[in-house]
C-alpha cells in the first residue's frame, strides 16, 4: 500500500521481555518519527530520523528503548525487559522532507502493545 | 508539562451546525500548527495545518483559525456530518525543535 505500515498491529507479551516493533514509512520520506500513545492522551514524541540518522531520542523513556533505521527507510523500535508501564499503542510517522520545512506527518495505524 | 491543551475532552453537535474545537499552546516559538482526525484502531489522520504567518487557512468545510497573541487556535467544521465524528488532535511544532506536540484530543460526536 501507498500509506505507513506498521507490524504487529497487536503484540502481548510478558513482563522482562523483549519487543521489536516495525515500521515500513511511505516510500521515499525523508523523516521518520516514533510516538507512544497512552489510554486517552495524546501521542506523545520518542524519536526522529531523517534517513538514517537519528537526530533526536529525547523522547525515548528509558535506555530500554532503542530505535534504527539502518537503511534510511524500514524502522524497528525495540522495547528490552518490558514493564507494565510500557503498554500504550506505539505509532510510527512520516514525512517526506526534514520536520523544518513545515509539512504534515502521515502516520500509521500504529501497533497496541499489552504487556502482562 | 503539557505545552499544547485541548481543554474540552468531548463535543456533541447536531448534524448541519458548526463544531468548534479548540486548542490552547504555551510555547511561543510555535510556528506551525496542524489538526488531526483519528477514527478507533486508526492511526491519526491529517487534517489542515496554518503557518503562524496566517490566521486562517480553509479547506473545504474545514477551517483552522490560529490567534497568535492568545497562543490559540481552533478548528472550524461546516456543517457538520455525521462522519466527523471521530478524536480530534491538534499539534505543534517549533522551527528549532524535532517533534510535534500533541494535545490530549477532543471527541466529536455529530448527531444525525
Known amino acids: 500500500g501507498a500509506g505507513v505500515s506498521q507490524s504487529p498491529r497487536y503484540k502481548v507479551a510478558k513482563r522482562g521481555q523483549d519487543v521489536a516493533l516495525r515500521c515500513d514509512p511511505i516510500?521515499?520520506?525523508?523523516?521518520l518519527f516514533w510516538y507512544q500513545q497512552a489510554l486517552g492522551q495524546g501521542p506523545e514524541f520518542l524519536t526522529y530520523?531523517?534517513?538514517?540518522?537519528?537526530?533526536?531520542k529525547s523522547g525515548l523513556p528509558s535506555d530500554r528503548f532503542f530505535a534504527e533505521r539502518p537503511e534510511g527507510s524500514v524502522s524497528t523500535l525495540k522495547i528490552q525487559r518490558t514493564q507494565q508501564e510500557d503498554s500504550a499503542v506505539y505509532l510510527c510517522?512520516?514525512?517526506?522532507?526534514?520536520?523544518?520545512?513545515?509539512?504534515?506527518?502521515?502516520f500509521g495505524d500504529g501497533t497496541r502493545l499489552s504487556i502482562l | 508539562d503539557q505545552q499544547v491543551k485541548q481543554n474540552s475532552p468531548s463535543l456533541s453537535v447536531q448534524e448541519g451546525r458548526i463544531s468548534i474545537l479548540n486548542c490552547d499552546y504555551t510555547?511561543?516559538?510555535?510556528?506551525?500548527f496542524l489538526w488531526y482526525k483519528k477514527y478507533p484502531a486508526e492511526g491519526p489522520t491529517f487534517l489542515i495545518s496554518?503557518?503562524?504567518?496566517?490566521d486562517k487557512n480553509e479547506d473545504g468545510r474545514f477551517t483552522v483559525f490560529l490567534n497568535k497573541s492568545a497562543k490559540h487556535l481552533s478548528l472550524h467544521i461546516v456543517p457538520s456530518q455525521p462522519g466527523d465524528s471521530a478524536v480530534y488532535f491538534c499539534?505543534?511544532?517549533?522551527?528549532?525543535?524535532?517533534?510535534?506536540?500533541f494535545g490530549t484530543g477532543t471527541s466529536l460526536t455529530v448527531i444525525p
Open positions: 510517522a512520516s514525512s517526506f522532507w526534514s520536520l523544518y520545512s513545515n509539512q504534515p506527518q502521515h
Open positions: 516510500s521515499g520520506h525523508v523523516s
Open positions: 530520523f531523517q534517513n538514517e540518522a537519528q537526530l533526536d
Open positions: 510555547n511561543s516559538m510555535f510556528d506551525y
Open positions: 496554518i503557518s503562524s504567518i496566517k
Open positions: 499539534a505543534a511544532s517549533a522551527n528549532t525543535g524535532n517533534q510535534f506536540y
